[in-house]
T-cell receptor, first 113, second 110 residues
Framework: NAGVTQTPKFQVLKTGQSMTLQCAQD?????MYWYRQDPGMGLRLIYY???????DKGEVPNGYNVSRLNKREFSLRLESAAPSQTSVYFC????????????FGDGTRLSIL | GENVEQHPSTLSVQEGDSAVIKCTYS??????FPWYKQELGKRPQLIID?????GEKKDQRIAVTLNKTAKHFSLHITETQPEDSAVYFC?????????FGKGNQVVVIP
């Protein structure tokens, strides 16, 4: 099993560009999450999906949109990237319905110039 | 909202010694307390968790203790090994909303 797979692993964008981060899990988990990790800030929840077709805002949702395409896939979109969104983004999943991630992907390192 | 603090920010231990990391939380209604380990450049990994109806939980060399009265919980690592070197994050959950601490750097000196 691959677990949680994120693409891409690295990306550099210019301010104002848009992009979508992809995430897929093969563990048949119900819940999926997007976090960002900044130095000295720990992990902060951007969006959460308890099940296919449902999404909820986390602590820092501004500037992001998400889509729970099906049970396996949960994508994160930056419509107009800003330097403040430079971060490492982690997708995660859990089998239970709650904001308690069990398995994380390898992360996407995103730099916005 | 819930506020989670971790102490100390950095901890150095000799290989074979024990390491203890303590976290405090603010909301007495929090009922779930996981710990995550993150090696440099890697993903966070859930290593152990405890619920509020339990005072202690062990898994091989790691254990977590919870003191609900004082609102703190601790991670104990015994017989530390170089592969235990990592950043450890604690978290506390209330109504399924998980708040993370900022992490502790643990360095195991061979």
């Amino acid at each position: 099993n691959a677990g949680v797979t994120q693409t891409p692993k690295f990306q550099v964008l210019k301010t104002g560009q848009s992009m979508t981060l992809q995430c897929a899990q093969d563990m048949n988990h119900n819940s999926m999450y997007w976090y960002r990790q900044d130095p000295g800030m720990g992990l902060r929840l951007i969006y959460y999906s308890a099940s296919e077709g449902t999404t909820d805002k986390g602590e820092v949702p501004n500037g992001y949109n998400v889509s729970r395409l099906n049970k396996r896939e949960f994508s994160l979109r930056l419509e107009s990237a800003a330097p403040s969104q430079t971060s490492v983004y982690f997708c995660a999943s859990s089998e239970w319905q709650g904001r308690q991630p069990q398995h994380f992907g390898d992360g996407t390192r995103l730099s916005i110039l | 909202g819930e506020n989670v603090e971790q102490h100390p920010s950095t901890l150095s231990v000799q290989e074979g010694d024990s390491a203890v990391i303590k976290c405090t939380y603010s909301d007495s209604a929090s009922n779930y307390f996981p710990w995550y380990k993150q090696e440099l450049g890697k993903r966070p990994q859930l290593i152990i968790d405890i619920r509020s109806n339990v005072g202690e939980k062990k898994d091989q060399r790691i254990a977590v203790t919870l003191n609900k009265t004082a609102k703190h919980f601790s991670l104990h690592i015994t017989e530390t090994q170089p592969e235990d070197s990592a950043v450890y994050f604690c978290a506390a959950s209330i109504d399924s909303r998980l708040a993370f601490g900022k992490g502790n750097q643990v360095v195991v000196i061979p």
